[in-house]
T-cell receptor, first 112, second 114 residues
Framework: DGGITQSPKYLFRKEGQNVTLSCEQNLNHDAMYWYRQDPGQGLRLIYYSQIVNDFQKGDIAEGYSVSREKKESFPLTVTSAQKNPTAFYLC???????????FGPGTRLLVL | GENVEQHPSTLSVQEGDSAVIKCTYSDSASNYFPWYKQELGKGPQLIIDIRSNVGEKKDQRIAVTLNKTAKHFSLHITETQPEDSAVYFCAAVKNSGGYQKVTFGIGTKLQVIP
């Protein structure tokens, strides 16, 4: 998976609970991305970060938050405001605007 | 914004036959077109890519063609094998303020029948 690790593999969320998905990369890439994957809808961008301490909303940021305190790490928090969080979450890393994005193995989030 | 259409959504072929997946895009500013293979429960893996200054690229049994004028690109897999069974995604990428704006197709589920 190109030096990107995601944990946990499966995550269960109770109603009203915030949960955090981990993403770590050892590719030394500046940019990192979070995508959500639902059946039949491809991948949709939640948040992205081009450099440390900076991040931008993607197409479906509502109900999610991120931080980028280190180059290697880009955790995603699914807040209680996200009413339909069940999905497969993918983290990716890339270098600049012209390089390939490499994906992690994903985290499947399920609601109890 | 960019729109990427991918078809077919499902494709079944006999082992040894060829498989072709087609994508069209709408934004002429897109200049990079990767293809990803995703196996069940795993993250997408890049299998081949093509940039807008190239019309065709081949890597062993996999090839990609790009027609910039018509705004479409295709993935060709020859001599298919059961391990080729997976979901394949096309994507169109453009530079958007210094970061990659990637628009994905909805995916094609390829089944190779032994």
């Amino acid at each position: 998976d190109g030096g990107i690790t995601q944990s946990p593999k499966y995550l269960f969320r109770k109603e009203g609970q915030n949960v955090t998905l981990s993403c770590e990369q050892n590719l030394n890439h500046d940019a990192m991305y979070w995508y959500r994957q639902d059946p039949g809808q491809g991948l949709r961008l939640i948040y992205y970060s081009q450099i440390v301490n900076d991040f931008q909303k993607g197409d479906i940021a509502e109900g999610y938050s991120v931080s980028r305190e280190k180059k290697e790490s880009f955790p995603l928090t699914v807040t209680s405001a996200q009413k339909n969080p069940t999905a497969f979450y993918l983290c990716a890393a890339g270098q600049g605007a012209t390089e390939t994005q490499y994906f992690g193995p994903g985290t499947r989030l399920l609601v109890l | 914004g960019e729109n990427v259409e991918q078809h077919p959504s499902t494709l079944s072929v006999q082992e040894g036959d060829s498989a072709v997946i087609k994508c069209t895009y709408s934004d002429s500013a897109s200049n990079y077109f990767p293809w990803y293979k995703q196996e069940l429960g795993k993250g997408p893996q890049l299998i081949i890519d093509i940039r807008s200054n190239v019309g065709e690229k081949k890597d062993q049994r996999i090839a990609v063609t790009l027609n910039k004028t018509a705004k479409h690109f295709s993935l060709h897999i020859t001599e298919t094998q059961p391990e080729d069974s997976a979901v394949y995604f096309c994507a169109a990428v453009k530079n958007s303020g210094g970061y990659q704006k990637v628009t994905f197709g909805i995916g094609t589920k390829l089944q190779v029948i032994p």
